[in-house]
């Protein structure tokens, strides 16, 4: 391979090590919050919310780029792409082949942020039912 797929592999491969490490924290942290205090799962809520809220912004901008991909990709179809490796335009096939690394990093980021929020509704619902317990 070259070295640009090479980089682009080893770029990927830690953000998805960076996925499966949170996957594992979330995990642990949700793993060990019912033997926690009731302020500490509202803690944890607030910091999740805050993580949340700080990174909405980028994670707008990767779904938008998603979409944005998703409606490029639908414009080039097998022939024009066939065609242009048949006349060998390397500046066509270079932009099509950004444009594909750009989506999987999006693609990436959308799934950390997705962890996220999946995180802040799980200490969310684990904190309305500590609530509920409480009441009784």
């Not at 919050?33 to 799962?41: C, H, R, S």
């Not at 998703?70 to 097998?78: D, H, L, N, R």
């Amino acid at each position: 391979m070259s070295e640009r797929v090479d980089k682009f592999c080893d770029g990927l491969k830690v953000r998805l090590n960076a996925i499966e490490g949170r996957v594992e924290s979330v995990k642990t942290n949700v793993q060990s919050l019912p033997a926690k205090a009731d302020k500490a799962v509202h803690d944890k809520l607030e910091q999740a919310r805050a993580k949340v809220l700080e990174q909405k912004a980028k994670a707008e901008k990767a779904r938008d780029d998603l979409k944005k991909w998703g409606m490029e990709k639908k414009a080039e179809t097998e022939a024009a792409v066939r065609e242009w490796k048949a006349k060998r335009e390397a500046k066509k096939l270079n932009a099509r082949a950004e444009r594909a690394e750009a989506y999987a990093e999006a693609a990436i980021s959308v799934a950390m942020a997705s962890l996220d929020e999946a995180e802040e509704a799980i200490l969310d619902a684990l904190a309305a039912r500590s609530d509920a317990e409480g009441a009784k």
